[in-house]
């Protein structure tokens, strides 16, 4: 019977300081648990004026906005390609490439879709890779990160279906 005894004793003590530590964790997790807080693109033009005049230039044939991009910009291409490019310098090589292997035929923006620290836009274009001849519809989405009035990060998304 001490064997019982000791045993069941054992147990106890085992899940005495696992209570203890439990309570503890979760107080401290509330102590350091905040609310929400305000978000901010800080000074300068806003995702929403950013967003709005990239796709009615898109709209209106004009490809480039060439003063809403920071000098440390990164660039993102998604699915297929998943390859990063940063600084303004190197997206701007990475977009003469593609316009030197590529014609367009068309396309139009929609959007733009507003968050709290930038905005996305959805591309509808009707490109040909002139290295093969392939024409497509080619669909994507744009999502851009603003801060003091400039785009700092684009990321594009390919429809996968």
Do not use: C, Q
């Amino acid at each position: 019977m001490a064997k019982k005894k000791s045993k069941k004793a054992a147990s106890k003590a085992a899940k005495k300081p696992a209570k203890k530590n439990a309570a503890k964790s979760a107080k401290k997790r509330a102590a350091t648990a905040k609310g929400p807080r305000a978000m901010s693109t800080g000074r300068g033009a806003t995702p929403l004026e950013i967003g709005s005049r990239l796709v009615a230039d898109f709209n209106a044939g004009k490809w480039e906005l060439t003063d809403a991009w920071s000098k440390d910009l990164v660039s993102i291409e998604g699915l297929g390609v998943a390859m990063a490019w940063e600084g303004r310098r190197a997206v701007d090589e990475k977009n003469a490439w593609w316009a030197s292997t590529h014609k367009v035929y068309g396309g139009r923006a929609e959007g733009p879709f507003v968050g709290a620290t930038g905005f996305a836009v959805k591309f509808t274009i009707d490109v040909e890779d002139t290295t093969t001849g392939k024409r497509e519809t080619m669909v994507e989405v744009g999502v851009y990160t603003v801060n003091n009035g400039k785009i700092i990060r684009e990321e594009f998304m390919y429809f996968a279906g």
